[in-house]
């Protein structure tokens, strides 16, 4: 093999070792997303019911805010390839990560309320989380 050629088979050896290293921090954060997208709907279904199952919603509402905790350690650099998560995350990692934070908030204040089993504060803390998903994908989710 001549020199060039060896360069060319090292560099895409190594791009390619590069997506593969990210590939469980990609599917995990999928997974945790989907899950808070199934969890929050049922949340906001079971809100509505004539009697909540108030200890079930706290079960829930801590899932909630586990999966975007470990969300938050997820988001590692040069880990977009591969996944819908765009490169402008790392370039505004602040304000990305503000968001992710505001969708916690929203988890935590859910969680609080269903302790004292107050639906109005359940609904607002529950609405807080949701609030922050569109905006969210607009900026840093790719169509693909
Ligand atoms: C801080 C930004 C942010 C917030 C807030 C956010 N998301 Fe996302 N979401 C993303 C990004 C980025 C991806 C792409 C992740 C990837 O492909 O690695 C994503 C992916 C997803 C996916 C797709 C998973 C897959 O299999 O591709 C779902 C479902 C989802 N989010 C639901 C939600 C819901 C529901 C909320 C609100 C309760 C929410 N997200 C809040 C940034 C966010």
């Known amino acids: 093999m001549n020199k060039s050629l060896l360069i060319i088979a090292l560099v895409l050896g190594s791009s390619e070792l590069n997506a593969q290293e990210f590939n469980q921090e990609i599917e995990t ?3 945790l997303f989907t899950e808070i997208e199934e969890k929050s709907d049922w949340v906001e279904d079971e809100l509505e019911e004539d009697a909540p199952n108030w200890q079930d919603i706290e079960n829930v509402s801590e899932t909630l805010i586990k999966n975007t905790q470990q969300l938050e ?9 591969n996944s819908r998560a765009k490169v402008s995350i790392w370039e505004n990692h602040q304000e990305f990560k503000a968001a992710l934070n505001d969708m916690l908030i929203g988890f935590e204040s859910l969680h609080y309320a269903s302790k004292l089993q107050k639906l109005t504060a359940a609904e607002s803390g529950l609405e807080q989380a949701q609030d922050t998903c569109n905006g969210c994908h607009r900026r840093y989710r790719s169509l693909w």
């Open 29 to 31: 954060r999928q997974k």
């Open 73 to 81: 350690t997820l988001f590692v650099t040069g880990s977009h390839e």
